[in-house]
T-cell receptor, first 112, second 114 residues
Framework: GDSVTQMEGPVTLSEEAFLTINCTYT??????LFWYVQYPGEGLQLLLKATKADDKGSNKGFEATYRKETTSFHLEKGSVQVSDSAVYFCALSLNTGNQFYFGTGTSLTVIP | NAGVTQTPKFQVLKTGQSMTLQCAQDMNHNSMYWYRQDPGMGLRLIYY???????DKGEVPNGYNVSRLNKREFSLRLESAAPSQTSVYFC?????????????FGSGTRLTVV
């Protein structure tokens, strides 16, 4: 079935370090791919998305490229800040459906 | 601030009790959703409402009922709570059915059933 697998956390980085959170997917058809972020005590917020192969989504210094050949959508940021501490969710949607398929989430803590 | 408002934020129930989780959005969105979030399992769709007057089952609907009261409000009811329903519940909305325009999520209701 359709699913998303993302790297398990927690991840702890020092401020200004490089971040990669891996995400791979299994899907029938041609999904759209998303990264959501959940800050402590809040709901999920859309961080970025890509709707077709080779698209790059970007926002707030984060980037992810939709790689059909490796069925991946890895999240990257060149220099993390303490304010980036949150839980990050990879998700896919099928264009014919009404729902997301979410990964299990990766907790990121950035220390000064 | 505009967005999705959920009440209550926390609730403890005894097994067999009933309760309704409330959700309201003020963005004039057509579609609304209820998810549950469990450790190690991500978010799973319980029910959704593509538009006012319609509701459909998601991935894990058993033990729940929903009501789309009007365009703004979408409630989730547990008729007889069970410990397996201990979870964090999120309501979300979107302008049109389907995820491709992105969802706006509420801040969640943490429910414990003892």
């Amino acid at each position: 079935g359709d699913s998303v697998t993302q790297m398990e956390g927690p991840v702890t980085l020092s401020e200004e370090a490089f971040l990669t959170i891996n995400c791979t997917y299994t899907a029938t058809g041609y999904p759209s791919l998303f990264w959501y972020v959940q800050y402590p005590g809040e709901g999920l917020q859309l961080l970025l998305k890509a709707t077709k192969a080779d698209d790059k989504g970007s926002n707030k210094g984060f980037e992810a490229t939709y790689r059909k050949e490796t069925t991946s959508f890895h999240l990257e940021k060149g220099s993390v800040q303490v304010s980036d501490s949150a839980v990050y969710f990879c998700a896919l949607s099928l264009n014919t459906g009404n729902q997301f398929y979410f990964g299990t989430g990766t907790s990121l803590t950035v220390i000064p | 601030n505009a967005g999705v408002t959920q009440t209550p934020k926390f609730q403890v129930l005894k097994t067999g009790q009933s309760m309704t989780l409330q959700c309201a959005q003020d963005m004039n969105h057509n579609s609304m959703y209820w998810y549950r979030q469990d450790p190690g399992m991500g978010l799973r769709l319980i029910y959704y409402s593509a538009s006012e007057g319609t509701t459909d089952k998601g991935e894990v609907p058993n033990g729940y009922n929903v009501s789309r009261l009007n365009k703004r409000e979408f409630s989730l009811r547990l008729e007889s709570a069970a410990p397996s329903q201990t979870s964090v519940y999120f309501c979300a909305s979107s302008p049109t059915p389907g995820p491709n325009y992105g969802y706006t999520f509420g801040s969640g209701t943490r429910l414990t059933v003892v």
